[in-house]
């Protein structure tokens, strides 16, 4: 747990990195944190062994649920708990994503190139994800909190507000220069 899993890899746990992290501010809770992380994620974290699904959410959430076919049932509670931030495969076109992100969440942040996550001892994995990432964010404060890491630059991406959700369209990344 805590964060995606690759049929491929020689383990199922894979970090979010550290700086995605550091620029969303700070958590309440992580329901799907590693056992034995090396960084903190939020205030309280869950385990596999508590089964953060089961558990109540309460504050501000990060989720970077188990990636896979039950990946949905996270984002459902999250889109239903509607105060947190998801990292998730942008993965567009699936069901899952149209049930709980295009008709549920306020704003997306693509993240430009791949993302290298970290093994659970910390290191940067060699290979990238292997498949572009998401920031999705549910609840107003973290539709700003994307706004903002992705006009300071914090973290690099398309970042989009869902009409669905009474917002306007997609906002390309600005050029540095005309960021003064």
């Given at each position: 747990?805590?964060?995606?899993?690759?049929?491929?890899?020689?383990?199922?746990?894979?970090?979010?990195?550290?700086?995605?992290?550091?620029?969303?501010?700070?958590?309440?809770?992580?329901?799907?944190?590693?056992?034995?992380?090396?960084?903190?994620?939020?205030?309280?974290?869950?385990?596999?062994?508590?089964?953060?699904?089961?558990?109540?959410?309460?504050?501000?959430?990060?989720?970077?649920?188990?990636?896979?076919?039950?990946?949905?049932?996270?984002?459902?509670?999250?889109?239903?708990?509607?105060?947190?931030?998801?990292?998730?495969?942008?993965?567009?076109?699936?069901?899952?994503?149209?049930?709980?992100?295009?008709?549920?969440?306020?704003?997306?942040?693509?993240?430009?190139?791949?993302?290298?996550?970290?093994?659970?001892?910390?290191?940067?994995a060699k290979a990238n994800a292997g498949a572009p990432s998401?920031?999705v964010a549910y609840g107003n404060r973290n539709e700003a909190?994307?706004?903002?890491?992705?006009?300071?630059?914090?973290?690099?991406?398309?970042?989009?507000?869902?009409?669905?959700?009474?917002?306007?369209?997609?906002?390309?990344?600005?050029?540095?220069?005309?960021?003064?």
């Amino acid at each position: 747990m805590g964060s995606h899993q690759s049929a491929r890899a020689k383990t199922t746990t894979w970090l979010t990195p550290p700086e995605i992290i550091k620029s969303l501010g700070k958590f309440d809770l992580d329901p799907c944190a590693a056992e034995n992380q090396p960084w903190k994620t939020a205030e309280k974290q869950y385990t596999i062994a508590d089964n953060g699904l089961e558990k109540p959410w309460e504050g501000r959430v990060w989720l970077n649920p188990p990636y896979g076919l039950e990946a949905g049932r996270w984002l459902e509670k999250l889109s239903r708990h509607n105060d947190g931030i998801a990292l998730i495969f942008a993965r567009t076109e699936t069901k899952m994503f149209f049930d709980w992100v295009w008709n549920k969440a306020q704003a997306l942040l693509f993240i430009e190139g791949r993302l290298h996550f970290h093994r659970i001892d910390g290191t940067r994995a060699k290979a990238n994800a292997g498949a572009p990432s998401v920031l999705v964010a549910y609840g107003n404060r973290n539709e700003a909190w994307l706004e903002d890491v992705w006009f300071d630059n914090s973290i690099n991406g398309a970042y989009i507000k869902n009409r669905r959700m009474g917002h306007h369209g997609l906002h390309p990344h600005p050029p540095k220069e005309q960021m003064i």
